[in-house]
């Protein structure tokens, strides 16, 4: 089960080319105190000590043309230099846009090119971290009276923002006026819900969205687990569950999709568009039958269940989450 309240990490995948990957382990060493915000330690001069010169001895041993995947790089910038031009979430879009050309138009086959497509994914997940990371001891902006020690990110219940990160985001970006800085003085945010996940509505009463939400949050939880850690190795089933067959579904489901283990927001979405469509583990394995090709009375015999409550249980799954040869 994965803990929502685990510490920050960074993830350095599988097969990361080790100048990186020791530098990636000795950038979390470090970066304790570092956050986007701070004055004193800007986690941008951390990644212009240790990944910058990494990253430089890594590109000196691969292809000259593998630098035109990596931002900045083929115009003769850092790493570092790049992410102070463009920022660090934009930093990730481009990025993972290079990726993709670059996957389209190299090979990918030899060991050489996964190595470089594990080096720049862990880059990826570097860059989501730091702007992630906050310091510990940093204010919102001048005349907004807010606690920015709370907690910062995801909704507990899906991919959204929190309202107060939602909020902290525009006073970053400069997207409010003095109205809108005054009103939220006056107001709770919440620091675990979203706006469409908060427990009470304007009216006082309580949001059964939120309700809803909260009675499956169990279930929410369990594919989330299974949607990382399929993610992390997309190249075979892993024993996410205790069923082959279900482990099966979780694979091809997300080979459907572009997702990436970077893609947190995304895979939290997925694991709430699961749960609410009561894509049960049942339904799962009926889906991964059908996919194989067994019509509804063989789908029956083989889960010593009748072939009504198949077509029923068929009938209720949306057809997104059918698998497509």
Same mark, same amino acid.
């Given at each position: 089960?994965?803990?929502?309240?685990?510490?920050?990490?960074?993830?350095?995948?599988?097969?990361?080319? %080790?100048?990186?990957?020791?530098?990636? #382990?000795?950038?979390?060493?470090?970066?304790?105190?570092?956050? &986007?915000?701070?004055?004193?330690? %800007?986690? &941008?001069?951390? *990644?212009?000590?240790?990944?910058?010169?990494?990253?430089?001895?890594?590109?000196?041993?691969?292809?000259?043309?593998?630098?035109?995947?990596?931002?900045?790089?083929?115009?003769? #910038?850092?790493?570092?230099?790049?992410?102070?031009?463009?920022?660090?979430?934009?930093?990730?879009? =481009?990025?993972?846009? =290079?990726?993709?050309?670059?996957?389209?138009?190299?090979?990918?086959?030899?060991?050489?090119?996964?190595?470089?497509?594990?080096?720049?994914?862990? =880059?990826?997940?570097?860059?989501?971290?730091?702007?992630?990371?906050?310091?510990?001891?940093?204010?919102?902006?001048?005349?907004?009276?807010?606690?920015?020690?709370?907690? /910062?990110?995801?909704?507990?219940?899906?991919? /959204?923002?929190?309202?107060?990160?939602?909020?902290?985001?525009?006073?970053?970006?400069?997207?409010?006026?003095?109205?809108?800085?005054?009103?939220?003085?006056?107001?709770?945010?919440?620091?675990?819900?979203?706006?469409?996940?908060?427990?009470? =509505?304007?009216?006082?009463?309580? /949001?059964?969205?939120?309700?809803?939400?909260?009675?499956?949050?169990?279930?929410?939880?369990?594919?989330?687990? !299974?949607?990382?850690?399929?993610?992390?190795?997309?190249?075979?089933?892993?024993?996410?569950?205790?069923? %082959?067959?279900?482990?099966?579904?979780?694979?091809?489901?997300?080979?459907?999709?572009?997702?990436?283990?970077?893609?947190?927001?995304?895979?939290?979405?997925?694991?709430?568009?699961?749960?609410?469509?009561?894509?049960?583990?049942?339904?799962?394995?009926?889906?991964?039958?059908?996919?194989?090709?067994?019509?509804?009375?063989? *789908?029956?015999?083989?889960?010593?269940?009748? !072939?009504?409550?198949?077509?029923?249980?068929?009938?209720? &799954?949306?057809?997104?989450?059918?698998?497509?040869?």
């Amino acid at each position: 089960m994965v803990d929502m309240k685990t510490e920050l990490t960074i993830h350095i995948w599988e097969g990361c080319a %080790p100048p990186l990957s020791d530098a990636i #382990l000795l950038f979390t060493q470090k970066w304790q105190p570092y956050s &986007i915000s701070s004055r004193r330690y %800007p986690v &941008i001069r951390l *990644i212009e000590e240790i990944i910058d010169p990494a990253l430089a001895v890594y590109m000196k041993i691969i292809p000259a043309r593998y630098a035109n995947f990596v931002a900045g790089i083929s115009g003769g #910038l850092s790493f570092s230099e790049t992410i102070r031009l463009v920022g660090l979430d934009k930093m990730v879009r =481009l990025q993972r846009q =290079l990726l993709r050309q670059f996957v389209k138009t190299e090979s990918t086959s030899s060991a050489r090119d996964r190595q470089y497509i594990a080096t720049v994914e862990s =880059l990826i997940e570097l860059t989501i971290a730091c702007a992630c990371k906050r310091a510990k001891k940093s204010t919102a902006a001048l005349g907004v009276n807010l606690n920015d020690q709370r907690k /910062n990110g995801f909704c507990d219940l899906c991919g /959204n923002l929190t309202e107060f990160s939602t909020f902290m985001k525009q006073v970053k970006q400069k997207k409010t006026n003095n109205i809108e800085l005054e009103d939220h003085k006056k107001l709770e945010l919440s620091h675990q819900y979203c706006a469409k996940h908060k427990p009470k =509505l304007a009216s006082c009463e309580w /949001n059964p969205i939120y309700r809803q939400a909260k009675r499956s949050q169990l279930q929410f939880r369990t594919e989330l687990d !299974r949607l990382i850690r399929q993610c992390a190795k997309r190249s075979k089933p892993q024993p996410t569950s205790g069923d %082959p067959l279900v482990n099966s579904y979780t694979f091809y489901y997300l080979m459907g999709t572009t997702i990436q283990p970077a893609d947190l927001a995304e895979i939290r979405n997925h694991a709430r568009l699961i749960t609410d469509s009561k894509l049960s583990d049942r339904k799962k394995q009926m889906l991964m039958l059908q996919y194989h090709g067994l019509n509804q009375s063989e *789908i029956a015999n083989r889960l010593g269940i009748g !072939r009504q409550a198949v077509s029923k249980a068929l009938a209720s &799954i949306h057809e997104r989450f059918y698998l497509q040869k």
